[in-house]
Nanobody
Framework: QVQLVESGGGLVQAGGSLRLSCAAS????????MGWFRQAPGKEREFVAA????????YYADSVKGRYTISRDNAKNTVYLQMNSLKPEDTAVYYC???????????????WGQGTQVTVSS
C-alpha cells in the first residue's frame, strides 16, 4: 500500500502562485510515476502533470504547460506542483496519485490522496 497526503491548496487571486506538496509513504518503491490530477465541480477528473520517480521525466497537460512545474524530492518521497500565472479556470480539487506504470491516464493510477482545494478568484 502507498499513502499520499497533499498540502498547499488555498485561495489565490488570478495571476498568483501556489505550490502543492504530496508526501508519499508505504511501498513507494512499487510505484514508477507520480501524477497530479484535478476535478472541478461538474467536470470529470483530468490529468495535470506527472513525473517519473527514477529519471525525472515530466509530462504536462496542454492547459498548464509553461505555467505549472512538477518536481520531486526522492529523499523525502515528496512531489511538488508549482503553479504560476493561475487562472480562475484552474479552480478545482487537486489530487496526487501514484501508479506503477509510466502513464498519464487516470484509470492506471492505483493510489490517491484525499485532495486539496485550489480556488483562483478573478
Amino acid at each position: 500500500q502507498v499513502q499520499l497526503v497533499e498540502s498547499g491548496g488555498g485561495l489565490v487571486q488570478a495571476g498568483g502562485s501556489l505550490r502543492l506538496s504530496c508526501a508519499a509513504s508505504g511501498r513507494t518503491s512499487s510505484t514508477q510515476t507520480m501524477g497530479w490530477f484535478r476535478q472541478a465541480p461538474g467536470k470529470e477528473r483530468e490529468f495535470v502533470a506527472a513525473i517519473n520517480w527514477s529519471d525525472g521525466s515530466t509530462y504536462y497537460a496542454d492547459s498548464v504547460k509553461g505555467r505549472y512545474t512538477i518536481s520531486r524530492d526522492n529523499a523525502k518521497n515528496t512531489v511538488y506542483l508549482q503553479m504560476n500565472s493561475l487562472k480562475p479556470e484552474d479552480t478545482a480539487v487537486y489530487y496526487c496519485a501514484a501508479t506503477r506504470f509510466a502513464s498519464v491516464r487516470t484509470t492506471t493510477y492505483t493510489y490517491w490522496g484525499q485532495g486539496t482545494q485550489v480556488t483562483v478568484s478573478s
